[in-house]
């Protein structure tokens, strides 16, 4: 949410004016709870663009179109003289004279669009700079011309300077709880609480300004609404505005829209979108002839669309319709709107519109979320909804836009029959205020600080809330426009945020008698965490929440449950169900970096993870810690070349979290590609610690990973935290070191290809008994002719040594001999010399 400082003071007073002051206000905004993750200054687009006049004109020896023009800047250009010199710029409009003031792009100004101005030649004439449109400024679609300014307009003034456009922007992350601060309203009446301030409400203001006159026709006679369905759409109401004037916007409403980063488009549709982003409420106007469409009276419908149902929206996308979508429609024209999400193009204002109809609803916010995504259609709108729109103050604010409407296009707002102010309201579902209690003491206890009633008081009335009582106990009516004020708890939470959680004083915990100390499960991800960020990967934390899709991807068969945890009011379609698995996330995270030019992502997370069937009333919540690494494991260097991220890097770390948890008797098997489906095949081990089985590691495979944006191979493992806690040793057995000297003898075996080092180590290890400490693998060799075809040589180092006596070389060689028999008779491997 774009949150321009300016328009915001209009209804409180927030000092901005220096760097500091900015500062000051994001610190605080951050300590609230609201991220700000980017501040704009406005102006500054308008860099190296001043106001210029036109000195002359002349015709462009080789065109019969473009002109050849001295412009005058004052002193931004200067010549060698010192004198202000003339620019000279061919232009190719056609509407202007000399003596016109214009804008002018001078060399280096960088227009919307990444447009560079440079020095250039057009048809062998030279031009050094751009006389611009509105619509080449970003200001505006008009692009009949260059922009002609008053006569008096000072001339070599910076752009932003004389249009007044030098306004600081707040890039805001709103939280998905707070559908009111996605208003500039909102976003008034928050920083005015959190700065002990107040503000004014602008639709207080407004709506006192609006004086309903009688119409000979009344809005009843032109539309009628039906809701087919009140859980789609609990309010719905539809204004008329008779007779306007489609054309340009004055120019305080551009400046508005173009503060929080929308173009104008036209006075009518401006209108909409000020109320957009002013009260947070979405608006869309129809040509309100085209749903007559020949008949008497408009009937909108508002009901399910049906499956395969098309409707061209106002981008010029055909969109293919399912059943849980939303449909606004007509009996005579039929769709001519998605609900929630975008209007259609049949219904768009035109510049031959005449009348209008104004719809103001609240829609389903899961409908609305479900339709977006599907679709992959987002708008502003959409945005809002998803979020919960308020359903109070829906009749002001359709007055207030009508009223607008009237001021900047003319026309005749009909009334009802009544003789009020004409709106077709079909309130199907209510919203109803809830009363919430608030004890102070309770509060202080919870806090752990000494915060006063009457601020509690104050906060509360602030944020817009309706207080009552004194003392220890208030009641606290939770305004509507708040649907995440569900608890005292919540309301807890309000007044600490703004009271400010810095200002709490740390304090230990209280504790009778008792001594403080680790638990097994923090001991072990102590360890899990220090080891795998010495393994120089960092911790990252995703979502909780997946689409249905991902879990079925991610799951190992085996893991899998037969139900999936899905939530009953998800944030989006895409994060419906309670992951099962921490990859998606991880994935998603590879995606980012990857498409952020990272060029070395190591990664890991330790969360929760979800399961359930169809018998449990509960989920079964599991511990488990997950790691991806993906593009360079070592960069290039004087010492060596790149070198990619593989599967033994990722066996490496967890071979490292075994050791660091002492886990005993550690194996890793060859995982079956049918039950790691998305994992390539070769590539798979999965980890045992004696019989537990602790996860798996594995490579990412191709078809799955290039889903997520990236074409270097990713390595990835996932490690149940139980099983972990369970085989973790304190520490390792205690083995004295021997003070005889050890015989190393190296041996050869030929073996069938599908012989594994495995099979191998764990043969000459039984035949070796007690003596043999120590076996290792030194060489893999593969010759089809001097080894064999389908055969491998494999080089094994073997270590013997007693800890009572110095072992002799007969004795040595008699066990040796009987440890290369039973390999040759356990495996049919053959002695290579």
Known sequence: MLAPLKWINEYTNIPF????????????????GTGVEGIEKMGSQFDHVVTGVVLKKEKHPDSDHMWVCKVGVGDKNVGADGEPEPLQIVCGAQNFNEGDHIVVAMIGAVLPGDFKIKKS????????????????????????G??????????GMPLAQYLDKNEVVLDLEITPNRPDCLSVRGLAREFAAMNGRDWTDPIADDFAKLKASKTETTVEDEVDVTVEDSTRCPRYTAAVIKGVKVGPSPQWLVDKLLSVGQRSVNNIVDVTNYILFLYGQPMHAFD?????NGEDRAHIIVRAAKEGEKLTTLDGQERALTEDMTLITTESAGPVGLAGVMGGLNSEITENTKNVCIEVATFEPGSTSRTSRNLKLFSESSMRYEREVDDHDIDVRSAIAAALIQEVAGGEVLCNRQGDFGLVDVWSKKTEPETLAFRCNRFRDFVGDDVPNEFIAEV???????????????????????????????????????W???????TLPKSAKRVGHLTDFDIVRRKVDNTLRANGMNETLSYSFNSLEEIDCFQPT??????SVELLNPLNSEQAHLRQSILPGLMESVRFNSNHGTKRVALYEIGTVFST???????????????????????KSWDGEARKFDFFDAKGVLEDVADVLNLPKVKFKVGDPGEYSFLLPGRIAVMFSGGTQIGWVGEIHPQVSSKYDTDDAVCAFELDFAALEKTAMPAKPYVDLSEFPAIEMDQNFVVDESVTCERMQQVITSAGGKLLTGVSLVDIYRNPVTVGAGKKSMSFKLTYQSTEKTLESSEVEKLHNKVVTKVAGATGATMRG
């Open 121 to 144: 030649k057009l048809r062998g004439v030279a031009s050094c700079g751009m006389n611009c449109s509105a619509r080449e400024l970003g200001l505006s679609n008009d692009h009949e």
């Open 288 to 292: 309100l002839d085209w749903l007559k």
């Open 146 to 155: 260059i922009m002609i300014l008053p006569e008096d307009t000072p001339v």
């Open 558 to 563: 085996s893991f899998k449950e037969s139900v």
């Open 460 to 498: 509360l009335k602030r944020l817009g809330c309706v207080v009552d009582g004194k003392g220890d106990e208030l009641s606290v009516v939770r305004p509507t426009f708040r649907p995440d004020l569900t608890r005292e708890i919540d309301l807890y939470e309000e007044v600490l945020r703004i």
């Open 500 to 506: 400010g959680e810095d200002r709490i004083p740390s």
């Open 17 to 32: 004016s220096t760097d500091e002051e900015i500062k000051t206000l994001c610190d605080r905004l951050d300590l609230t």
């Open 613 to 635: 069937t169809a018998e449990r009333k509960l989920p079964k919540e599991r511990t488990r810690v997950a790691g991806v690494l993906c593009g360079n494991a070592k960069d």
